[in-house]
């Protein structure tokens, strides 16, 4: 992990992985603050995974990808990229001089690179094949598989938390699940007709 850093926060119950991309609807001022620094600056900020599971403390640092939709009451619709994810050392009530919390954090640095073996490789393709999802990257890092997977928070949780030589096994472990169930769909299909 790196040196503290210093980052503004918006607490969230939400927990995105690194490369995803997330919509959020912008409508408390302080927050619309954070969104012009965000805009303007190009500052980066932390959402801190504000879940009573969180023991560790993590968040994912984000990066303001694009405005979809401006209202004339000041709300926005925005998308915004995980870039990293960060243990939480403090949460102040305020960053510097502005109406939105900080915190002190470490950014984990993850190895964004981390790409799967062969095993969960090849059922990864067979999963995307199941869902009919035909246009896709033909190589996938460890993060592109789990967020295609569409993990629940929990699950998020536990892959992020689990150590790094171990998380392949999670999603290889999630990933059979997941074929299993759309599979059995699949057979149902042949046995139900409709009259």
Not at 19 to 28: S, Y
Not at 99 to 109: C, I, M, Q, S, T
Not at 120 to 146: G, M, S
Request: glycine share 4%; net charge negative.
């Amino acid at each position: 992990m790196s040196d503290v850093a210093h980052i503004p926060v918006f607490p969230l119950s939400i927990l995105p992985l690194p490369g995803e991309l997330v919509p959020l609807h912008i409508f408390e001022p302080r927050y619309r603050q954070l969104l012009h620094d965000a805009e303007v600056n190009d500052v980066s900020f932390g959402i801190y995974f504000s879940h009573e599971s969180n023991e560790q403390k993590i968040g994912s640092l984000m990066k303001l990808e694009s405005i979809i939709k401006r209202y004339p009451g000041g709300e926005t619709d925005i998308i915004v990229r995980c870039e990293d994810i960060f243990s939480l050392d403090m949460l102040l009530r305020t960053y510097k001089t502005k109406l939105y919390p900080g915190g002190h954090v470490r950014f984990w640095n993850v190895e964004v690179n981390a790409f799967p073996d062969h095993e969960l490789y090849d059922l990864f393709l067979h999963y995307l094949k199941l869902r009919n999802i035909t246009q896709h990257f033909n190589v996938f890092n460890l993060f592109q598989v789990a967020n295609e997977l569409s993990l629940d928070l929990g699950d998020r949780y536990k892959f992020l938390t689990t150590p790094e030589d171990r998380r392949e096994a999670f999603l290889l472990n999630r990933m059979k699940f997941q074929v299993h169930i759309l599979e059995q769909e699949e057979r149902s299909k042949d046995n139900f007709h409709l009259n």
